[in-house]
């Protein structure tokens, strides 16, 4: 196997091991951090370098300083994403604000997951107590949705499920294809992602009755402090 060496600067590379250290549990909130110099002769690094990987954690929210006390980690846990195809917007302080709908050509990905080139673009953020949380945009087959309360531009009490339902279309199951990539420009601002944090894109294919593919949705994530959480029961 042909080896490759972390040619990261040393400060990603210090704050990436800290920030394991912190999900998986071995720093728990309210721990103190060692002192400044401590970790410079634990990393065999400058404090200038450890300031700045510091620095890195307190933007994404890992870790606070209390002025003349030190650094401590955040009592803020990982923040559990259930992967479901549907969550209501009062269920567990989630909102949803409509950015976007309009009648589109499908890219070509969405266009051959939905058998339809033309679809009803529905595009959102979703907030968790007033965070952004994630970008989704979703797309509906036009020879369904084009003269539905899906390609409106209104709320939609029960949301997509209930539409398609509606429609004579329920949904009956969902795929997931997960990857992660640095962000766009747009994903950045509109999620208020720290410098350097990637996000994780889920493409996600809903299918009703018959394999029939009714839904469409790529959803973006900031990966920072969020995890997916996917439940299946095994008869």
Sequence with gaps: MASHSDTRPRHQQIAADLRAQIMAGILTPGTQLPST???????????????????????????????????????????????????APSSGGYSY?????????????????????????????????????????????????????????????????????QLGYPQVEFTDRVSTRPPTSDEVEGLALPEGVPVIRQFRVIFSHDKRPVEVSIIIKGGHLYELMYRQIIN
């Design 37 to 87: 110099q401590q970790l410079v002769e634990r990393y065999a690094t400058a404090n200038a370098t450890v300031q700045r990987a510091l620095s890195i954690l307190k933007e994404e929210g890992h870790l606070y300083g209390r002025a003349g006390k030190g650094v401590y980690v955040r009592d803020r846990h990982v923040f559990v994403v259930e992967a479901e195809a549907y969550f």
């Design 97 to 165: 604000r409509i950015l976007d709908v309009a009648e589109v050509q499908a890219p070509p990905d969405v266009a051959d997951a939905l058998g339809e080139e033309r679809a009803i673009l529905r595009h959102r953020l979703t907030m968790h107590d007033g965070d952004p949380v994630e970008l989704s945009w979703s797309y509906y087959p036009t020879s369904i949705a084009a003269s539905s309360v899906l390609a409106g531009r209104g709320k939609i009490s029960g949301g997509a499920p209930v539409a398609l339902a």
